[in-house]
């Protein structure tokens, strides 16, 4: 019984995925969940399980393509578990489920999935013998130019030939080179800057496809940037991705920054006095970070609008919270979500954080651990500085930026007195969030931990 | 939607055709209005209103309620020399007079050589919440009728010019009004006497990544949906046809030679609506043009829903519209 193995959807926004790495071979056996290759999308560069037990047939995307999801990467043969083949791909893709009730089965609107080779599963142009998938355009393109098609890479739907593919095979001089896709070249002025990076990553020989569907903005002409000694380092998927978002973020919300000092000194003692005990107890270090993230908690459940989205003109208030926390890794960053935070203890979100940061630095996260986050903290004092203004991670409407806990002198009761302060931000979205409710919510996450009064061990 | 003139005025659909019709009546004596309540009344939208006291009870006719008659009269009116303007009050009941329309006024020209110049027009279309009885889009039981010509136009100005070209046309012609448009959507037009070509679509966008072909009420949300697109960096080039019979097949061929994808949208039900003709000519004529299928966004194949929810279901929208196109684009 064979199985087919899909790219997954890894949030609501996203369609595609590019396959980094095969973790398996075709007539390698694989077990149930054993990794079996890496995908990068959006900030996540995970490893993906085998969905069941048996011998991997066949690879039928290969390492660097860029494949709708849905689309049949892979197919496994073997007494797999009954539950475990992919779902057909539906006629839908999941956000537009979510965004309309489903339609009727007489006449599906959009069919989004349909492209995607509803038939036979997209095959790789490149093997010999079986069928390639283009276009009649493509095919017209490529007699009238002599080009075998075989030999030509597709990152259209399911991996098929299209339009920009054969172009550029044309373009290169009518066979499959090296040479990338060059959008029309910018007028060099002196010095003369390389040529322009084109919408997709530049091609290295051994990649074909990979494309990621942005180019940035420069403010200033081109030819500004390169000059004496310079050395250029092409962006990675993720970091093209973190900055689309970056920007997207800071062009769609109406950033607004509330600053506030928070006395630690209650919680520093309270984790001084019990961590060892804990780490006894629980085998997992005690860190600051779950009394931020029940502090926030505590001020979402007094605030809803801070837990909220924004669609258009409706105000999506979420009824989980599930709070993302920003972890920086060596080559990028990455936020995944601590689900339903208002239901776990300190105990449960350590536990929680930590293995998420592991699994994170280990490229093992999944990809609904870093979706449907409500609200989102970053901890930009761990570098050091006083604190920072974070950017939104949409589509949330609030971020809380935690500052360095540092002694500072402080004035109580008219008298000078040393504390453990701790200066944090709240970036919120204007259009949904007032400074009220901003600075309310503030409130209630200093008082939170100024009186803490939840046990810990 | 470049159509101004020196001296134009911006006017609403509904006025566009209800000028139209003074005009042509003005200018021809021949050309006469029936219909249910278009005279005393003004017409069931007004459209007629003020032309009773112009033109006289003779020329301007309440009748029976009966499309049978009112067609077959009209019919008659037209083999005796005058070139009458059949008003249906809702073009849902135009197929009460389904027989006359397609076993007389159609054929009448080709089996006896007694052409009908007549004008058969009334509002259409849903989103009004008007139910199933006052929304219908019947427009293809007539393009699948050889012998006659139907309009639809989507703005003020070619609602005018096309209504005067049909009354001067001496074939029977369809002039569907979408009635959604009547009063919602306004357009420059000009004073002076003009008219527009039937069987010439317009491309009203340019666009290089796909094609989008629609008309009537659809083509304001196409260009919607296309607004946005632009925005994601898909540059949709949207044709209105104006005319579904005959249509302008060269300009889609054109510009789906130079897009490569195309998307047809109607409001009319899917299953038999043009889009189907248009992906069938697309095969036929531009098969080597395309890089992607031809998809179609319509109406559900279901009567109209009087539940505004579900009406909203059964329609198209910009939105619906924007989601099938960006599927297209990355296809």
Request: proline share 9%.
């Amino acid at each position: 019984m064979a199985t087919d193995v899909v790219m997954p959807q890894m949030g609501e926004s996203i369609f595609e995925g590019t396959i980094t790495k095969w973790l398996k071979k075709p007539g390698d056996k694989v077990e149930r969940d054993e990794p079996l290759f890496e995908i990068s999308t959006d900030k996540v560069d995970a490893e993906i399980p085998s969905p069941s037990a048996g011998i991997l047939r066949e690879i039928k995307v290969n390492e660097g393509q860029t494949v709708p999801i849905q689309t049949v990467v892979a197919v496994i043969d073997g007494a797999g578990g009954a539950a475990a083949s992919a779902p057909a791909p539906a006629p839908t893709p999941a956000p537009a489920k979510a965004a309309a009730p489903a339609p009727a089965a007489a006449s599906a609107p959009p069919p989004a999935g349909k492209p995607s080779a509803p038939t036979a599963a997209p095959i790789a142009p490149q093997r010999p013998g079986e069928r390639i998938h283009s276009s009649p355009l493509v095919r017209r393109m490529a007699a009238e130019h002599g080009i075998d098609l075989s030999t030509v890479p597709g990152t259209g739907a399911g991996g098929r030939i299209s339009k920009q593919d054969i172009e550029a095979v044309i373009a290169a001089g009518g066979t499959p080179s090296a040479a990338p896709p060059s959008a029309p070249a910018a007028v060099p002025a002196r010095p003369t800057p390389p040529p322009p990076p084109a919408a997709s990553t530049p091609a290295l020989p051994a990649v074909s496809g990979g494309q990621v569907h942005v180019v940035f903005e420069t403010a200033v002409p081109r030819e500004k940037i390169y000059f004496g000694n310079y050395q250029i380092e092409p962006m990675s998927t993720m970091r093209q991705r973190i900055a689309e978002h970056m920007v997207a973020s800071k062009r769609v919300s109406a950033h607004v920054y509330s600053v506030d000092e928070v006395d630690m000194s209650k919680v520093a003692a309270l984790r001084a006095k019990a961590k060892d005990e804990f780490e006894k107890r629980y085998e997992t270090k005690l860190t600051f970070m779950p009394f931020f993230v029940k502090a926030a908690v505590a001020g979402l459940r007094a605030y809803p609008t801070m837990n909220a989205s924004l669609d258009g003109t409706n105000v999506v208030l979420h009824k989980e919270i599930n709070i993302g926390i920003a972890v920086a890794l060596d080559w990028g960053l990455i936020v995944p979500v601590v689900k339903n935070a208002d239901e776990k203890n300190v105990l449960g979100i350590q536990r929680t954080l930590n293995d998420l940061a592991e699994r994170a630095r280990s490229k093992k996260l999944k990809p609904e651990e870093v979706q449907e986050g409500t609200f989102s903290i970053t901890n930009p004092g761990v570098f050091g500085g006083l604190f920072g203004l974070p950017v939104i991670s949409q589509p949330n409407v609030g971020i809380l930026g935690l500052g360095a806990i540092e002694k500072r002198p402080v004035v109580i009761n008219d008298s000078i007195a040393i504390r453990s302060m701790c200066y944090v931000t709240l970036s919120y979205d204007h259009r949904v969030v007032d400074g009220a409710i901003a600075h309310q919510f503030l409130h209630v996450v200093k008082d939170t931990l100024e009186n803490w009064s939840e046990p810990i061990v | 939607m470049a159509e101004a003139s020196a001296n134009g005025t911006q006017i609403t659909f509904l006025e566009a055709i209800k000028q139209a019709m003074f005009e042509e009546m003005e200018r021809d004596p021949a050309v006469v209005l029936l219909g249910e309540d278009v005279g005393v009344y003004g017409g069931a939208f007004k459209t007629s209103e003020g032309l009773l006291e112009r033109f006289g009870w003779e020329r301007v006719i309440d009748t029976p309620i009966s499309e049978s008659a009112i067609i077959g009269a009209a019919c008659g009116m037209s083999y005796l020399g005058l070139r009458p303007i059949a008003e249906l009050q809702f073009i849902d009941f135009i197929v009460c007079a389904f027989n006359q329309i397609t076993n007389f006024v159609a054929k009448g020209h080709y089996l006896w050589n007694a052409p009908a110049p007549m004008v058969m027009r009334g509002p259409a279309g849903g989103g009004v919440h008007g139910g199933p009885f006052h929304s219908a889009n019947p427009e293809m039981y007539f393009v699948h009728t050889p012998g006659l010509k139907v309009i639809y136009p989507s703005t003020p100005y070619d609602a005018k010019g096309l209504l005067k070209a049909a009354v001067r046309d001496n074939n029977p012609v369809l002039f569907f009004e979408h009635k959604f448009l009547y009063r919602r959507i306004k357009g420059e037009v000009p004073t002076e006497d003009y008219t527009v070509p039937i069987g010439k679509a317009v491309v009203r966008r340019e666009g290089r990544h796909l094609t989008i072909v629609s008309y009537a009420a659809m083509a304001h949300a196409s260009l919607e949906a296309a607004d946005a697109l632009a925005k994601e960096g898909v540059e949709a080039e949207v044709i209105d046809l104006r005319t579904l019979l005959p249509l302008d097949e060269e300009t889609i061929l054109q510009s789906v030679k130079k897009t490569n994808k195309c998307l047809v949208v109607h409001e009319d039900t899917r299953t038999g609506g043009i889009a189907g003709e248009i992906a069938a000519i697309l095969c036929e004529k531009a098969f080597g043009d395309l890089d992607g299928p031809v998809l179609r966004v319509t109406a559900l194949d279901t009567p109209v829903p009087y539940s505004p929810p579900l009406e909203e279901h059964f329609l198209p929208n910009a939105k619906k519209i924007f989601s099938a196109a960006k599927d297209l684009a990355r296809y």
